[in-house]
Structure formats: C-alpha cells, structure tokens
C-alpha cells in the first residue's frame, strides 16, 4: 500500500482505479481495515493511505470528517466515498465498473483538486 502526502498524491489521478483510505494511526477501526487493503493491493488494485494526522491539507481538501473513509478514483474522477469498513468481498464489489460511474450531476469534474461541493452533491 502506497502512502500518499501531498507531495505525490498526483499519481492518483493516472490509470484506471485507484482506491484512497484517509486514516490514523489512532483508530482502531483503521488498523483493522489495513489487512484488508493490502490484500486488495495484492490483486492488482492500486491502493493509497493518507495518515490525516500528517496530511491535514488533503483530509480538510476532500472533506475527511471521520475515519476511515474511502474514496474511490476511476480514471482521474472521484466516484464514490465512504466511510468505515468493508471486508474483502464488499470493498471488491464497491470498485466494480459498473458500480463506480461518475455521476450525471452536469458539474465539470476536474482531475486536479475538484471541488468538495462536487463530492456532496455527486458521491453518497
């Protein structure tokens, strides 16, 4: 698993899916869901871990009020976030193609920092 800083969390935005957890190292809930991450980095996923506490900048950008919370990048565009844990299976399923279209909310969906209200109005 790949930890992201403000400094190289550019990378998430190449390629096709690209699943990003904010997290601490506090949380026990966030330790727990690691295993399960890195077996999905294990399948070829790419997969990223932001530590909020070091990364304030990004946590406040994408709107991170609790952790953990997941969002999930599909060619450079948020498609879905959410908050807590899944096992392997659910967090599978969640990054299936067919489960992570960008929505048709008619916003410009920027590859760079878009917009947190794009995510509070787009992603559930």
């Known amino acids: 698993m790949l930890q992201l800083t403000n400094e190289n969390f550019e990378q998430v935005y190449e390629g096709d899916t690209f699943v990003v957890t904010f997290s601490s190292p506090f949380c026990g ?14 399948t070829g996923v790419k997969v990223g871990k932001v530590d909020v506490s070091e990364e304030e900048e990004l946590a406040i950008h994408f709107g991170i009020q609790v ?9 450079g565009d948020a498609v879905k ?16 193609p067919e489960t992570t279209k960008p929505c048709n909310c008619g916003q410009p969906h920027a590859k760079k920092w878009w917009l947190i209200e794009w995510l509070k109005s787009c992603v559930k």
Do not use: N, Y
């Open 29 to 42: 809930p966030c330790r727990s869901f690691a295993p399960v991450l890195e077996k999905l980095g294990e």
């Open 67 to 75: 952790v953990p919370t997941t969002i999930i990048f599909h060619k």
């Open 81 to 96: 976030k959410f908050s807590g844990v899944l096992d392997l299976e659910g967090l599978k399923e969640a990054i299936q």
